[in-house]
């Protein structure tokens, strides 16, 4: 099989489109569509459906699918380990987590990492959904939770605790709690149902209460940064992890003595990574960033 066809193939795959595709490749959507009419007569197989709103794959079309990006995928981790200085780290690193600790905790303290080499440069991808690093979707991930794929090597970076706060004004207007059951009387701003991959986040919906039977929220929002604004503005209380620290000052805290779940934080990559300098240099430098937090 031509190489050059199944980049445009996977492209085509990728995108659903010729058109996109060819966007994609700098190529004319009819350069495109005889590049995978002469695949598929040299297969002699179809690899889509052509349809009026798109192009779906075939099943033989989905199997070459996911050979071809597993292909890539490896090209794509060797290129970056042979371009990597053996001398001293370079080249592009691909981190991932979750919005919250990417927007609030990692972005900020990134100039720190850039200075110190500045033969890296960084693509930072910010979900709340796990990207496959098996597949090269990024190079690590900063997970609130174990990982669950094959191949991967990860370490843990902390724990995240939780404090529970609200604006001053607000205090002043609604009092404090004085027991995890006196939240039944105030006003809770939480995830709700659309929330990241961290256990137990809308804990505080449920402390002091029956399993199963948990507190409405006066408000949910599915942005943590938005959350704290809430919060700052006077809507109500809510639950924010220590990480936060600076963010949350002039808040007030509440039930200091309440237990709440902790987080488990970790450095995951590839196991083919595992002497990539890059890594090795981004790792000890989130560790040390952590260890001024204990």
């Given at each position: 099989m031509d190489w050059d066809k199944l980049r445009v193939f996977h492209a085509v795959a990728e995108a659903g489109s010729f058109t996109h595709a060819g966007d994609t490749l700098n190529l004319s959507q009819s350069?495109?569509?005889?590049?995978?009419s002469a695949l598929e007569e040299a297969l002699a197989v179809p690899l889509f459906h052509r349809h009026a709103r798109g192009l779906i794959l075939t099943e033989q079309?989905?199997?070459?699918?996911?050979?071809?990006?597993?292909?890539?995928?490896?090209?794509?981790?060797?290129?970056?380990?042979?371009?990597?200085?053996?001398?001293?780290?370079?080249?592009?690193?691909?981190?991932?987590?979750?919005v919250a600790f990417g927007a609030t905790w990692l972005a900020p303290r990134l100039q720190g990492f850039l200075s110190a080499y500045p033969d890296v440069s960084m693509t930072l991808l910010l979900e709340d959904t796990d990207l496959d690093l098996a597949m090269r979707e990024a190079d690590v991930a900063i997970r609130m939770h174990p990982h669950k794929q094959?191949?991967?090597?990860?370490?843990?970076?902390?724990?995240?605790?939780?404090?529970?706060?609200?604006?001053?004004?607000?205090?002043?207007?609604?009092?404090?709690?004085?027991?995890?059951?006196?939240?039944?009387?105030?006003?809770?701003?939480?995830?709700?149902?659309?929330?990241p991959p961290v256990a137990d986040i809308n804990w505080?919906?449920?402390?002091?209460?029956?399993?199963?039977?948990?507190?409405?929220?006066?408000?949910e929002v599915n942005s943590l940064k938005a959350i704290l604004e809430a919060?700052?503005?006077?809507?109500?209380?809510?639950?924010?992890?220590?990480?936060?620290?600076?963010?949350?000052?002039?808040?007030?805290?509440?039930?200091?003595?309440?237990?709440?779940?902790?987080?488990?934080?970790?450095?995951?990559?590839?196991?083919?990574?595992r002497h990539s300098k890059r890594v090795a240099v981004f790792r000890d430098f989130l560790l040390a960033r952590l260890a001024e937090l204990a």
């Open positions: 350069a495109v569509s005889r590049q995978i079309g989905e199997a070459l699918n996911r050979t071809v990006r597993e292909v890539f995928a490896k090209l794509a981790m060797t290129e970056a380990l042979l371009t990597e200085s053996k001398e001293k780290p370079a080249g592009r690193l691909k981190v991932t987590t979750t094959p191949d991967l090597v990860q370490r843990h970076l902390m724990t995240i605790n939780w404090n529970i706060l609200a604006s001053a004004e607000y205090v002043q207007r609604h009092g404090k709690p004085q027991r995890a059951e006196d939240l039944d009387q105030h006003r809770l701003v939480l995830f709700g149902e659309y929330h505080l919906a449920e402390a002091g209460r029956r399993p199963g039977n948990p507190r409405r929220a006066l408000l919060v700052r503005s006077g809507i109500g209380i809510a639950a924010l992890p220590d990480y936060m620290g600076p963010e949350t000052e002039g808040l007030v805290l509440l039930l200091p003595e309440l237990k709440s779940p902790k987080v488990d934080v970790f450095f995951v990559y590839p196991e083919e990574l």
